[in-house]
């Protein structure tokens, strides 16, 4: 079985920093894309960014110059680093990996279970 656990988040000031880290276990055979989304209170998901197998990387308007997705493709895992955070970044954050499990010709969407980020004006 096939599992994203998130670490990290929390409550930072606004201007601050914080890092997210996602590491995924099982049996894989291959991970295509990794990204993070995130949904604030009151809204729908939103895509922050995406990274390829190899470190191609994508990001919505609102963090980009500000969020950097680092990929790990030995250790399976995804990270986002978030500078100069602001209010309007609060959410809760989902890593999200395309993967294809061992012996399975099909890819599968998985998601970790989410993470607080709170920034304080």
């Known amino acids: 079985q096939v599992q994203l656990v998130e670490s990290g988040g929390g409550l930072v000031q606004a201007g601050g920093s914080l890092a997210l880290s996602c590491a995924a276990s099982?049996?894989?055979?291959?991970?295509?894309?990794m990204g993070w989304y995130r949904r604030a209170p009151g809204k729908q998901r939103e895509l922050v960014g995406t990274i390829t197998s190899g470190q191609s990387t994508n990001y919505v308007d609102s963090v980009k110059g500000r969020f950097t997705i680092s990929r790990d493709n030995g250790q399976k895992t995804v990270s986002l680093q978030m500078n100069s955070l602001a209010p309007e970044d609060t959410a809760v954050y989902y890593c999200?990996?395309?993967?294809?499990?061992?012996?399975?010709?099909?890819?599968?969407?998985?998601w970790g279970q989410g993470t607080q980020v709170t920034v304080s004006s």
């Open positions: 099982g049996r894989i055979s291959s991970i295509d894309i």
């Open positions: 999200y990996a395309a993967v294809r499990p061992a012996g399975s010709r099909r890819q599968y969407d998985y």
